[in-house]
């Protein structure tokens, strides 16, 4: 314990107790009481409910031996500093031996298309022999040890003990997203990546946020020399061409569209397999065909080219990589049981993500849309009314129904949802208030041309209401759905 003091002030870190105890040692640094191994550290922080330093006991009685806090414990041993959690980061980094050292970090943050971008860059990195680890929103994943993630970005012990399960299976690089909410509460802390990649920025997350300033600025801590040796940012949006005049780190740009980036897609062609474009970087030119769905998808796999290009790998060997992923889940994920029609999954949950989505759809759609959508409780309720006019505005069939409201009133969220969709004067708007029940009424109606898009949850496998948590995946509730019927008689 006297080294972590000493190793806290080195850093410039203000300690303001932890004399007593100074033999102390610890083996590992837990923030969660309940997951407290003996002869830890115990992270106590001060939360939105409940402070840490409450659960002392609990972490003793597991056998922690110290606790850093800003403030004392009569329980247990304590470095008292004034920001617990800023310290925490370079703490459990200091403490499990700077494991992101031996890695290689490919950290992708944005509003939308993080999880697509990493499973890009993890495609990537296999087709130049590099071994790889993933830390998404959907799962964390290294050789031989596959976990559902319960957050974006996990908090910052668990990052830790992560990087060092990934060392101690040869992993050679990581490529992970990280959440605005992750950078403002110092969950990366501690962490060096070696290419920090930025797609976009729109509304969201104001619930958590300020404004679009204080959104904007978490995500931008990710690229100071602090945390990054380089960066790729896309300019196709006016927060990236403002990232690219503020940032300290060599970096490059990248856009879908715009030749004036260092890395960007010409010739973009789309359909209902997937989408071809040629990537440019310098003088060269490869040919790319993706098997995703989508335009925003090429958007994704231009920033994958552009990070794993700044790290030095090859842009046809990255392309061929990306070219072999065949769905990333719930991102736009095919649900197939041999209907007449194209029905799919997908995260969007976001007007900014709904306004790149739904002109793809149309172009593929012969037939009408036919859209599933809610809105998610706690969230930001400034999104919920626009989420249903976007939704309205080009689809011709929008079904309302109920997303996870939390302590939210569902029947209220679902209302906001309906009345912005009914404000749009352009669809029929339906409001069925059983997920189940509003999947089957969209396979109900729908007939040979058209597109089902079942949207807001992607790969989530919860709907979460006051307290009680329900199995339930848009996916498999689709297909059942799918299944009930025989579409070749309905013409």
Request: aromatic share 6%; proline share 4%; hydrophobic share 45%.
């Amino acid at each position: 314990m006297a080294e972590l003091v000493d190793h806290l002030r080195a850093s410039g870190r203000v300690v303001t107790g932890g004399e007593a105890g100074v033999d102390a040692v610890f083996t590992g640094v837990y923030q969660d009481s309940r997951c407290v191994r003996p002869g830890s550290l115990y992270a106590a922080l001060p939360g939105r409910r409940h402070h840490g330093a409450a659960f002392a006991s609990d972490a003793a009685a597991l056998g922690a031996v110290a606790m850093l806090s800003d403030r004392p414990s009569d329980v247990l041993p304590t470095v008292v500093v004034d920001d617990p959690r800023a310290a925490l980061g370079p703490v459990a980094a200091w403490a499990y031996g700077n494991p992101s050292a031996a890695l290689d970090l490919y950290g992708v943050t944005g509003t939308n298309g993080k999880t697509s971008t990493v499973y890009m860059v993890e495609a990537g990195l296999g087709a130049a022999g590099v071994r790889s680890g993933i830390v998404t929103g959907i799962t964390v994943r290294g050789p031989g040890n596959v976990r559902a993630a319960t957050r974006t970005t996990p908090e910052a012990c668990e990052l830790q003990q992560t990087f060092v399960e990934f060392t101690r299976a040869g992993v050679e690089a990581v490529a992970m997203e990280v959440s605005s909410h992750g950078l403002a509460e110092r969950r990366v802390d501690g962490s060096r990546f070696g290419v920090a990649v930025f797609t976009n920025l729109a509304r969201d997350h104001l619930d958590f946020h300020s404004d679009m300033e204080a959104y904007y600025s978490a995500k931008a801590r990710l690229f100071t020399p602090e945390f990054a040796d380089s960066a790729a940012i896309c300019i196709d949006d006016a927060y990236g061409r403002r990232l690219v005049t503020e940032t300290a780190v060599p970096h490059l740009t990248f856009s879908a569209h715009d030749p004036a980036a260092d890395v960007y897609a010409s010739s973009v062609r789309l359909d209902r397999w997937g989408s071809s474009f040629t990537v440019h970087h310098g003088t060269r030119r490869v040919p790319v065909r993706l098997q995703l769905l989508g335009g925003h998808q090429v958007d994704n796999a231009v920033a994958a080219l552009a990070a794993l290009t700044a790290r030095g790998i090859d842009l046809a060997t990255a392309a061929a990589g990306i070219e072999s992923l065949r769905a990333v889940p719930g991102r736009l994920e095919r649900v197939d049981a041999g209907q007449p029609f194209l029905a799919v999954v997908d995260y969007v949950h976001n007007p900014a993500g709904q306004r790149r989505l739904f002109p793809y759809l149309r172009t593929v759609a012969t037939g009408r849309i036919i859209v599933v959508l809610g809105a998610t409780g706690e969230r930001d309720p400034g999104k919920r009314a626009p989420l249903g006019f976007t939704a309205a505005t080009f689809a011709d069939t929008v079904i309302v129904t109920d997303e996870s409201a939390f302590s939210d009133d569902a029947a209220a969220l679902r209302n906001e949802v309906a009345a912005g969709a009914r404000q749009a004067a352009h669809a029929d708007v339906v409001v069925i208030p059983n997920r189940g029940d509003a999947i089957a009424a969209a396979v109900a109606v729908a007939r040979a041309d058209d597109v089902i898009l079942v949207a807001g949850r992607g790969h989530d496998p919860l709907l979460v209401d006051n307290g009680v948590a329900v199995a339930f995946d848009d996916r498999a509730a689709l297909r059942r759905a799918l299944l009930a019927h025989t579409f070749q008689r309905r013409r």
